[in-house]
């Protein structure tokens, strides 16, 4: 239940995709350390790490949420073929059969000497993101160079390899964190936070009583050696903007990764997909309130840097970075609809701790399914734990509830029994409704639950 994708900016970064890829064939370095990335059937980046960050041989390799990141070392071999290795547990990428097939995982292990430990790299075309270009590569095993490490659904497996195989140029984000010139609200003011340390009391907007609370924090994560895309985001409080004269007085300003999310007065919007004239929350200390603020202008691939931050307090709740409110992490809600993979929304936002347990409502889109049955997915991509308690949909007035399944039959009642969802882990709902997708006016999928952090 996992995914992953890959990088070049001065340092060697891998991209491989689902999709096709046109081959380009260039020099290899024999010796290298790098994080690993993969771009999904649905253009999404995804990172490759080992399942629970496990040392353990055996363990697969799984979707990281980019929080955390596993340097892998690629050791060429005589005979052309490179080991990778688990920096964090010096175990070898193998795959989990031998020979290889189509759909085989991919697992790590203590060194053997064999091909089943050996892996091919080839080199895919250059992207243009950057003005040094970004280049794709394919990983093969030796046991069967006929396919390549991908992902299918949320899995990491190997698939068949074309050589008419094409890859979507995108942006590439690493992550969900700050660069060390935002400021952090603490108890001796604001400071930049890359100052920030392991204790110290910061600024969080508690969601239960609508107040500042200042907490430790728990653990500061930096990640660095990359180089980091940052979007900038320059907005204005409504009552300081003049209408008559368009000009703007007391502009703020944020730079993050576009995966950030920020709240905003319709739930929390990761930064890369907020727009001029959207509206965020602002914490305003002269009313000690949070206050709607006019995005006025909005900076996409700003600036790079080489080192981001991102902090996580001990009572779990958002913290204050430039006035604005950053969000904790929660799991992910897609839709499934012909093998493609439509994602909806975060769900569970806010709901951090057991005594937030509540419904949370998310509405479905269906521009993109059609018929009667619809599948939808609920995954989680981060370092925290789902307690899921109960689960349906709403189509209009009509309470559907999913399918049985061992999987899901947990989920099906209100019984405070819930079903734990880890870090790689997802849950596939089906329903089956009375009507065709196209005879609802409103598709709700309904969540009782919360999550806890685990960084």
Same mark, same amino acid.
């Not at 081959?23 to 995804?46: C, E, H, K, R």
């Not at 093969?140 to 195989?165: C, H, R, W």
């Given at each position: ?14 991209? *491989? ?16 350390? =790098? #994080? ?9 980046? =995804? ?23 596993? +340097? ?9 073929? %490179? ?53 794709? %590569? ?23 390899? !074309?050589?008419? =195989? ?11 964190? *700050? ?48 180089? +980091? !895309? ?52 602002? +914490?305003?200390?002269? !009313? =000690? ?5 006019? #995005? ?30 950053? !969000? ?63 689960? %349906? ?37 089906? *329903? ?22 685990? %960084?």
């Amino acid at each position: 239940m996992s995914n992953l994708k890959t990088v070049i900016m001065k340092k060697l970064v891998f991209i *491989f995709s689902g999709i096709i890829l046109s081959l380009m064939l260039t020099a290899q370095p024999d010796n290298f350390s =790098q #994080v690993i990335y993969v771009v999904d059937d649905n253009g999404i980046q =995804q990172q490759l790490d080992i399942f629970n960050n496990s040392k353990t041989p055996g363990a697969v390799l799984s979707i990281s949420p980019g929080e955390m990141y596993t +340097y892998f070392n690629f050791i060429k071999q005589p005979d052309g073929y %490179y080991h990778i290795i688990n920096n964090e547990s010096g175990l070898y990428l193998e795959t989990q059969s031998s020979p290889a097939y189509a759909g085989c995982k991919i697992i790590q292990n203590s060194p053997k000497g064999n091909d089943n430990q050996k892996w091919k790299i080839l080199p895919g075309k250059w992207l243009n993101l950057y003005d040094d270009g970004l280049q794709c %590569y394919f990983i093969m095993p030796k046991s069967n160079d006929e396919l390549y490490i991908t992902i299918k659904g949320a899995s990491v497996v190997l698939s068949k390899f !074309s050589t008419n =195989q094409t890859v979507e140029t995108q942006t590439l984000t690493f992550g969900d964190c *700050f660069p060390e010139t935002v400021y952090i609200l603490t108890d001796r003011g604001y400071i930049p936070i890359s100052d920030v340390i392991k204790g110290e009391l910061v600024a969080s907007w508690n969601i239960i009583s609508d107040k500042i609370e200042y907490s430790p924090v728990d653990s500061v994560l930096v990640h660095n050696g990359k180089e +980091y !895309s940052l979007t900038r985001i320059s907005f204005v409080n409504h009552n300081m903007l003049y209408a008559a004269t368009n000009e703007y007085f007391n502009i703020e300003l944020i730079d993050a990764t576009e995966n950030h999310p920020l709240l905003t007065p319709e739930g929390y919007k990761p930064v890369g997909n907020i727009v001029e004239g959207d509206k965020i929350l602002y +914490y305003s200390e002269y !009313s =000690q309130k949070l206050e709607e603020c006019i #995005v006025v202008r909005v900076q996409k691939n700003y600036s790079t840097v080489n080192e981001v931050y991102n902090i996580k307090l001990s009572n779990g709740m958002p913290y204050i970075v430039n006035h604005t409110i950053a !969000s904790p992490k929660c799991p992910y809600v897609s839709v499934i609809f012909e093998d493609e993979i439509y994602e909806v929304s975060e769900v569970l936002r806010n709901q951090l701790s057991p005594i937030l347990d509540k419904y949370e409502y998310i509405d479905i889109p269906t521009e993109n399914i059609s018929g009667n049955f619809i599948s939808i997915r609920i995954d989680e991509r981060k370092d925290e734990i789902s307690y899921i308690d109960n689960v %349906y949909l709403m189509a209009d007035d009509e309470i559907l509830i999913p399918l049985t399944s061992e999987t899901n039959s947990e989920i099906a009642i209100v019984d405070n029994k819930y079903l734990e969802m880890n870090k790689g882990e997802y849950l596939d709902l089906n *329903f089956v409704l009375p009507e065709p997708v196209s005879q609802y006016s409103v598709l709700k999928l309904v969540v009782k639950g919360y999550y806890v952090l685990l %960084y």
